[in-house]
């Protein structure tokens, strides 16, 4: 049964994520393409990656990442930052215009607000208790993306 509960939840996620994105794909104003889209979403996703640690994740040349970077930034929906660290690497990073465009705080604030009306405060203290173990132990991506510099 919890093989199920995490399938379904799982699917669901999934496709809001598609459903919207594509939703917002349609709508032309943006001027992103759907693979620039993409892209943005893996920043936002990685939090500040390195124009090397994008590449990297979404498996393309360096020369392509920057080429599909450097459009973004062009459209004002990335900045890059140099890096304190390494004066050589930019941080990328989502600006104001894209978490608009996207709305996902919205959503989520949405989704706690839900949450926390259905939910004794314990329940919620313990279901984000149970997301925070399955994100960082049980389901973590690679540690390397969540440490930021």
Do not use: W
């Amino acid at each position: 049964m919890l093989e199920q509960i995490v399938q379904t939840a799982y699917r669901e996620f999934t496709l809001r994520f598609y459903h919207e994105l594509f939703a917002r794909f349609q709508d032309q104003e943006t001027g992103l393409s759907a693979a620039e889209i993409f892209a943005a979403e893996a920043i936002r996703a990685l939090g500040t990656p390195t124009v090397n640690e994008f590449a990297e994740f979404m498996h393309v040349s360096t020369p392509n990442a920057a080429y599909k970077i450097n459009s973004l930034v062009r459209k004002g929906y990335v900045e890059k930052t140099r890096s304190s660290q390494d004066k050589r690497e930019y941080l990328l990073h989502v600006t104001r215009k894209y978490e608009l465009y996207c709305g996902a705080g919205d959503r989520v604030q949405s989704a706690v607000a839900r949450i926390r009306e259905r939910f004794t405060p314990e329940e919620c203290a313990k279901f984000g208790e149970m997301l925070s173990v399955i994100s960082e132990e049980l389901l973590p991506y690679d540690p390397t993306f969540s440490e930021k510099k």
